[in-house]
C-alpha cells in the first residue's frame, strides 16, 4: 500500500525495521540496501540506535565483496549467518560493522544467553537469488541466542524487504524510462521545429544558428559549428551559450585545417569515436598526450556516468557524398550533467545529417547563382574590352570589371620591356571611391630577384600572405609590402599559349585573395 502511495525506500524499510523489532523482539535493528551501481551497502533504517550513532553508520559505507565474504558457511544459520562471541577472532572486522557497537548490550550467561559481541545477518535475496540488502539484529528482548524458529522468522520479513526492493527499483526504472521518454519525445519534437526553422532561414549564417540554437535547445549548454573548406580550413563560425569574450577567445583559439588532418589520419583519435561524433573524455589516453599535455584533469576524478568540465564531443557534418567533411559540431556541459552514449546521441546525429543537407544545398545554390553572376559580369567585362582596340580604354574595363569580384586596392600590368632588356614595365590603375579609373605609367621592376618573374616563367597565379611570407625573398614583394600591402595576386596574361605579361593586384586588407574563384 505505501509503495502504490508513492513512499520513498528508506520509509518502506523503516517500517520492515519497526516490524522485526516488535514483533520478532529484537531492541536493534539495522537494515542496508546494495548501492548496486557502486557495489557498497548503505545503512536506509534502523531501530533502536542513539541518534548519534545512527548517523554515524549512514556515514559509512560496507563493500559488497567485504560483507559477502563473511558469509561462510561455517556459519551458517538455514539461510542467515550467526556469529558468535566467543569465536570473534575467526570472522570479526572493523571494515564491516554491520550493528554499531556503542550501543549498550547485556551479556547474558550460559550457552544460550545472546553476548555482546554476538552477531547475526540475514541475507535479503532478490527473485534471482542475487543478495540485494542485509540486516542485522542485537539486543533480544529475552536476552536469547536466537533457535531456527526466530532465524526463519526473520528470514520471512528479509524475503519482503528484498520483494519491496525490487518492486520499489522497478517502478522507479519504468518511471526514469517513461520519463526519459517523454524528455526523447520533447527533444524531437524542439529538432522537428528547429528543422523547419533552418528551412526558413534564407543564408547560411541564419541556418547555421538555427542548428547551433537547436542543439542547444536538445540537451547541450553550449554549442559551436565551424563551417570547413576542402583542406578543413574555418571558412565560418557561428555559436550559442557563449558570452561575448568567450566569442572573441573562440575565434583566435579555432583549429586550424592541419591540426584536424592530423587527427582524422590518426587511428588513436578513432578509439575516441561514439556513434557518428569524438568523444574526447578527460582520462582517454589519447586527450591527456594530445590536449591535457601531461597537465592533470581538474577535477582528477568524477562518477563514470558523469561529464566532465574537460570533456568536449565534436560531431562532424558530412557532405552529400558522405566523405567529405564540411563542417564541425562542437558540443559542452550537457543539461543533465551525464557523458553522452551512443543512444542519448542518436537524435542529434538525425538532425545533424538534416543539417548538414540543407547547408550543402545552400552552399551549391550560393555557388550557382555566383557562378552565374560571375559568368554575366565576366561576359559584360569581355565585352567592354573586344569593344576597343585602345590599350589606355582595355585597362581601364579590366580594373572596372574585375573590382566586383576581388576586393584589391592597388592593380599594375607588368609587360617585359622591349628590346630583351631585364625588366617590367609597370601601368598602375588606381580606383577612386567616385568609381573613377585612372592610369599612369610606373617605375620599371627587374626582373632578377622578383616575384613578377617567377610567375611569368612558371604561368601559375600565386597569392602571397605579406604578413607571413618572407617578403625579402623577392625585391618587389618587399617593396609592395613596405607600402602597406598585406596581400598581392599575381596572374599570368595568356593569349596563344604564350604568357605576355603579369597581372598584379595588391590589397591592404588580410586575406583578401584566399578564395581560388577569385584566383
Do not use: C
Not at 502504490?4 to 536493534?28: C, H, N, P, W
Not at 561524433?277 to 601531461?294: C, E, H, M, S
Request: net charge negative.
Amino acid at each position: 500500500q505505501m509503495l502504490r502511495e508513492g513512499a520513498s525506500l528508506a520509509e518502506l524499510m523503516q517500517e520492515i525495521v519497526y516490524s522485526v523489532s516488535e514483533t520478532v523482539g529484537f531492541d536493534k535493528v539495522t537494515l542496508y540496501a546494495l548501492d548496486e551501481q557502486e557495489q557498497v551497502f548503505r545503512l536506509i533504517a534502523q531501530a533502536g540506535l542513539p541518534l548519534k550513532v545512527a548517523e554515524e553508520a549512514a556515514r559509512r559505507t560496507r563493500t559488497y565483496d567485504d560483507a559477502v565474504g563473511l558469509m561462510d558457511d561455517r556459519w551458517k544459520v538455514s539461510n542467515s549467518y550467526f556469529f558468535p562471541a566467543d569465536r570473534q577472532e575467526e570472522w570479526f572486522s572493523n571494515d564491516i560493522e554491520l550493528m554499531p557497537t556503542e550501543s549498550q548490550q547485556l551479556t547474558g550467561r550460559g550457552a544460550r544467553s545472546w553476548q555482546a559481541d554476538d552477531l547475526l545477518i540475514v541475507p535479503m535475496l532478490g527473485s534471482a537469488g542475487d543478495i540485494v540488502g542485509v540486516f542485522s539484529v542485537d539486543d533480544p528482548v529475552d536476552g536469547r541466542r536466537p533457535d531456527i524458529d526466530i532465524i526463519e522468522l526473520l528470514e520471512v520479513f528479509a524475503t519482503q524487504a528484498a520483494f519491496i526492493i525490487e518492486n520499489f527499483r522497478l517502478v522507479e526504472n519504468v518511471q526514469q524510462e517513461a520519463e526519459a521518454a517523454r524528455h526523447e519525445r520533447d527533444r524531437l519534437a524542439q529538432l522537428h521545429l528547429v528543422s523547419s526553422e533552418i528551412q526558413r532561414a534564407g543564408d547560411m549564417s541564419s541556418r547555421l544558428q538555427a542548428v547551433a540554437e537547436g542543439i542547444k535547445a536538445g540537451g547541450w549548454e553550449r554549442v559551436q559549428i565551424t563551417l570547413r573548406d576542402e583542406q578543413l580550413e574555418p571558412t565560418l563560425l557561428i555559436s550559442t551559450g557563449y558570452d561575448d569574450d568567450e566569442v572573441a577567445q573562440n575565434r583566435t583559439r579555432l583549429l586550424p585545417g592541419n591540426i584536424w588532418r592530423d587527427r582524422f589520419n590518426d587511428l588513436a583519435f578513432h578509439e575516441l569515436k561514439l556513434g557518428s561524433a569524438y568523444y574526447l573524455r578527460f582520462d582517454t589516453p589519447w586527450v591527456q598526450k594530445n590536449i591535457l599535455r601531461g597537465q592533470p584533469p581538474n577535477p582528477r576524478t568524477i562518477g563514470d556516468d558523469e561529464w566532465h568540465p574537460q570533456d568536449v564531443l565534436y560531431l562532424p557534418l558530412v557532405g552529400h557524398d558522405q566523405k567529405r567533411i564540411i563542417g564541425l559540431i562542437r558540443m559542452e556541459d550537457p543539461v543533465d550533467g551525464k557523458r553522452p552514449t551512443i543512444d542519448s546521441l542518436q537524435p542529434i546525429e538525425l538532425f545533424a545529417l538534416q543539417a548538414a543537407a540543407a547547408i550543402e544545398n545552400t552552399r551549391l545554390y550560393n555557388e550557382t547563382v555566383r557562378q552565374a553572376e560571375t559568368e554575366q559580369r565576366l561576359n559584360e567585362l569581355m565585352e567592354a574590352m573586344a569593344s576597343t582596340l585602345d590599350q589606355t580604354e582595355i585597362i581601364r574595363a579590366l580594373a572596372a570589371g574585375l573590382q566586383p569580384f576581388v576586393g584589391f586596392t592597388r592593380m599594375h600590368l607588368a609587360l617585359p620591356v622591349p628590346d630583351g632588356q631585364n625588366g617590367f614595365e609597370m601601368t598602375r590603375v588606381e580606383l577612386t571611391p567616385d568609381g573613377k579609373v585612372h592610369i599612369f605609367p610606373d617605375n620599371v621592376i627587374p626582373m632578377e630577384n622578383s616575384a613578377l618573374a617567377k610567375i611569368f616563367e612558371e604561368g601559375q597565379p600565386q597569392v602571397y600572405n605579406l604578413i607571413e611570407f618572407d617578403t625579402y625573398q623577392f625585391t618587389d614583394l618587399h617593396n609592395w609590402s613596405s607600402e602597406g600591402e598585406r596581400a598581392v595576386l599575381l596572374v599570368p596574361m595568356i593569349a596563344g599559349g604564350d604568357t605576355l605579361g603579369v597581372l598584379r593586384l595588391g590589397s591592404e586588407l588580410d586575406q583578401s585573395f584566399g578564395f581560388t574563384d577569385q584566383q
